[in-house]
């Protein structure tokens, strides 16, 4: 990690494996807006507020995290172990935690709270169908 993640992480736009760049991110959003919608439902705090401000859920939030985001974590990371050896330069097992920390992981915790306050809002707003018809008449 001596370039920095950054840098490690620009060297790979242009390279094989660079559709994962937009792959791994994306599958990581689409778990977090379930996951999100799931807390929601179940009525749980945000992710970030709980992991912050609720030292007794951090445990099991972070373990409930991990069984989702997990498998495109590792796979994050072997996708870019193959990317190092690919261009033929050495194995770099903390640039490829940082690339999946950063396709994965960060998307997945940045996503899944405003996915959990959106359902809440939308819950608490009252039925559009509800409100009287404000047409004229024909």
């Given amino acids: 990690m001596e370039d920095g993640v950054i840098a490690a992480l620009a060297d790979r736009l242009h390279g094989p494996f660079a559709f994962r760049l937009l792959m ?45 985001v997990g498998k495109v974590a590792i796979l994050a990371v072997a996708l870019d172990l193959a990317f190092q050896l690919a261009m033929g330069g050495p194995l770099r097992l903390l640039d490829a935690a940082g690339v999946a920390l950063l396709l994965a992981i960060l998307p ?6 405003p996915a959990n306050r959106i359902i809440v809002a939308r819950r608490r707003r009252p039925a559009r169908d509800a409100a009287p018809d404000r047409r004229s008449p024909p």
């Fill in 24 to 68: 791994q991110p994306a599958m990581a959003a689409g778990l977090a807006l379930r996951d999100g919608a799931r807390s929601a439902r179940a009525g749980e705090r945000p992710f970030l507020a709980a992991l912050l401000l609720d030292p007794g859920a951090r445990r099991g939030r972070i373990a409930e995290a991990w069984g989702s």
């Fill in 108 to 113: 997945y915790a940045l996503l899944r709270g």
